[in-house]
């Protein structure tokens, strides 16, 4: 076997085609012979051959627009590509731009967003044709809000305690700043306000004449 071959696999491309652009296909002769009558549109399959799913996206897409010229809708309408070889999989590294992540058909969209364990959803943006979207998008995450609990201290919404260190203080003159305090929340490992107090002091973070008004520990 010549070594220089490439290796190709198929995959199942699905085409749903609504009825209306279906019958302007059959008025410019244009037939697509396995297409079937699937409710309110058309439903049309061809395998396409590629080294990974990836490629196979790149190859379907460049077909799609050389053969119908978008008189069947957009890409990403129209295609959806199976996944027979669990290329697509959630992971730390994921993207939703990765051509190997989209136009993905039923079964792969719904596991990929389980797997994904709450970070990812459907995109549901129309998109453009020279913008298509993506299949799936990420959750936007809500802001860590911090709660204060003593002076200085706050906790977070995971319960997490924190301690606002002041790295460089504000310097004002005639009602002008002239320097911008600068400060950092430092995490603690303390699990309860008690432990986080003395953790404050041990570590040598509490700064006495940075408060004013109040002391850490009462």
């Given at each position: 076997m010549d070594k220089n071959l490439n290796f190709s696999r198929p995959y199942l491309v699905t085409l749903k085609i609504a009825y209306d652009h279906y019958l302007n296909l059959l008025y410019r002769a244009q037939l697509l012979p396995n297409a079937r009558l699937n409710g309110d549109h058309f439903t049309a399959r061809k395998i396409i051959r590629g080294g990974d799913r990836r490629e196979v996206v790149r190859k379907t897409v460049q077909?799609?627009?050389?053969?119908?010229?978008?008189?069947i809708g957009n890409a990403h309408d129209v295609i959806r590509i199976n996944d027979p070889y669990n290329e697509v999989h959630y992971s730390k590294k994921f993207s939703c731009a990765d051509p190997l992540n989209k136009y993905l058909d039923e079964e792969t969209l719904n596991k990929l967003i389980k797997d994904s364990n709450g970070k990812l959803t459907r995109e549901t943006r129309k998109g453009t044709p020279h913008h298509p979207p993506n299949s799936v998008k990420r959750v936007k995450r809500r802001r860590k809000y911090h709660q204060t609990v003593a002076p200085r201290i706050s906790i977070s919404s995971t319960g997490a305690y924190y301690y606002r260190l002041?790295?460089?203080?504000?310097?004002?003159?005639?009602?002008?700043?002239?320097?911008?305090?600068?400060?950092?929340?430092v995490r603690l490992e303390a699990k309860t306000l008690e432990e986080a107090q003395i953790e404050i002091i041990k570590r040598g973070l509490y700064d006495p004449s940075s408060e004013k008004s109040s002391k850490l520990v009462s």
């Open positions: 077909w799609f627009w050389k053969q119908f010229k978008g008189n002041t790295l460089r203080s504000q310097i004002s003159q005639n009602g002008k700043i002239l320097q911008k305090r600068k400060i950092q929340n």
